[in-house]
Nanobody, 120 residues
């Protein structure tokens, strides 16, 4: 089966930076879109940023100008560069893949999540 493995989370002070990584592996046929979501305690999971196979990007208003999503050509690995971090950015960040596997149909896959804590 396919796997999404995330890394890069941690504790950072306000104004600091972190880079999250998500690596997709397994029986991947096509990746149509990769995205980062986040979920803070007691809050709904929300879309942070997304990138298509053609590298078109989209961002939540709350992170525009501060976060940058990027990836390899095939989007097997995607990154989320987070700058000027704020305490409100504290959440578990999840990688999501809109992809198809070999001999399979298109569907969504989720990573395990990585904790980002922004605090003094």
């Amino acid at each position: 089966q396919v796997r999404l493995v995330e890394s890069g989370g941690g504790l950072v002070q306000p104004g600091g930076s972190l880079r999250l990584s998500c690596a997709a592996s397994g029986r991947i046929s096509s990746i149509y879109k990769m995205a980062w979501y986040r979920e803070a305690p007691g809050k709904q999971r929300e879309l942070v940023a997304s990138i298509t196979s053609s590298s078109n990007t989209n961002y939540a208003d709350s992170v525009k100008g501060r976060f940058t999503i990027s990836g390899t050509n095939a989007k097997n690995t995607v990154y989320l560069q987070m700058n000027s971090l704020k305490p409100d950015d504290t959440a578990v960040y999840y990688c999501n893949a809109d992809m198809s596997i070999t001999y399979g149909s298109r569907r969504n896959y989720w990573g395990q999540g990585t904790q980002v804590t922004v605090s003094s």
